[in-house]
């Protein structure tokens, strides 16, 4: 799984090119099925309009940089009017505040994780007392533009139950659960503390984390290196490209190899010997 924040900022390269397109501004999410629909490219010409690459339109989401096979995968927004409709919405998850049906507010969101396929995997969550607390997507009724809803007392078992489907977010909208709160209060007395239900989703969820932090390196990532590798290997660098203490990676006009790409990654040259190439 990657975070936003591995990927904001990134440098956008393209593969067959060599050169680099711009970079990573923000992710466009797509609030109707909790995924991200694109990368917004800050190509330095915002002037034109914004230039998106879909997800996907992605070679490989690395740990130097975006890759794209070709410079005509990033696109305008007027080439997809559906994506229109989501800068619209302005929903960026990071930073909104996560309210229950029930009405109760827990904290903000903090950091998002998505898979291979850009869905939203899970959603950090900082409590009032800085405490950080892993929400997974079953239990994310709504993406709003400022306020992100849970499931609640009502929902224990949808929550529970992280086989279950996604939760249609269209279902519950933002404007219906203020009348759902009312509707629910005499029932309060009867059912889970909201603060249940966190502890309850972190408790099942104990070995699951446990399990994703001892799994290996993205396969994006991996992705990324071997078509770099073949990529570069055999080619000649444009420039001579040295360490930040001055020691050489490679001369110019010298062959780029194996033990060339292990020194440049090493020294957190490999995007400048990427960019440098004949």
Not at 82 to 103: D, N, P, Q, S, W
Not at 185 to 201: L, S
Request: net charge negative.
């Amino acid at each position: 799984m990657k975070k936003s924040v591995d990927i904001i900022g990134q440098p956008v390269i393209s593969i067959t090119e060599g050169k680099e397109l711009g970079n990573v501004k923000e992710l466009l999410i797509n609030q109707t099925n909790g995924t991200i629909a694109a990368l917004v490219i800050d190509d330095g010409k915002w002037y034109l309009g914004a230039r998106l690459l879909p997800f996907e339109g992605i070679a490989g989401l690395g740990e130097y940089a975006v890759t794209v096979n070709t410079s005509e995968d990033i696109i305008a927004v007027a080439d997809r009017p559906e994506f229109e409709k989501m800068f619209e919405a302005g929903v960026k998850v990071i930073g909104t505040k996560v309210l229950t049906r029930g009405g109760k507010i827990y904290g903000k969101i903090i950091e998002l994780r998505i898979d291979n396929s850009g869905k939203i995997v899970t959603c950090d969550m900082e409590k009032e007392d800085s405490e950080v607390v892993e929400i997974p997507a079953q239990s994310i009724v709504t993406f709003g533009k400022e306020v992100l809803i849970i499931a609640d007392s009502s929902d224990s078992n949808e929550v529970s139950n992280k086989n279950s489907a996604d939760v249609n977010v269209e279902a519950a909208p933002v404007k219906p659960v203020i009348d759902t709160v009312a509707a629910s209060q005499p029932e309060v007395i009867e059912t889970p503390q909201p603060e249940e239900i966190i502890e309850e989703i972190k408790a099942e969820n104990k070995e699951d984390v446990k399990e994703q932090e001892q799994q290996p390196v993205d396969d994006s990532a991996k992705k990324f290196d071997d078509k770099h590798r073949k990529f570069l290997l055999g080619k000649k660098a444009a420039r001579r490209i040295e360490t930040d203490n001055g020691m050489l990676i490679i001369e110019q006009g010298a062959e780029i190899t194996e033990e060339v790409l292990q020194k440049a990654k090493l020294a957190g040259k490999f995007v400048e010997l990427s960019m440098n190439i004949q």
